[in-house]
């Protein structure tokens, strides 16, 4: 008996496994990139959380705000 050879059915499965991996890593390229720039879109500002020069002199004219900390040494000038 002559065994018969299936190499159309070896070739058609393995494209078939080839599409499905690369169809997978396409979704998954464009969902991780979406996520990427929706984060970056709602990003506060960095430079929004430091004082300005005007804040600081507001707050060091009042007496119940101390900017520095207490245990830190004020440098003076000799």
């Known amino acids: ?13 393995t494209l078939a496994v080839i599409t499905a991996t690369t169809a997978i890593a396409y979704v998954l390229y464009r969902l ?3 996520l990427l720039s929706f984060c970056s ?5 960095e430079e929004d959380d ?4 005007d804040e600081m002199e507001e707050l060091s004219e009042d007496e119940d705000v101390n ?12």
């Open 67 to 78: 900017l520095f900390d207490e245990d830190e040494e004020t440098p003076t000038v000799e």
């Open 41 to 45: 879109s709602y990003q506060e500002d």
């Open 1 to 13: 008996m002559q065994e018969k050879n299936n190499y159309g059915k070896i070739i058609a499965i």
């Open 32 to 34: 991780t990139r979406n």
């Open 50 to 53: 430091f004082l300005d020069l």
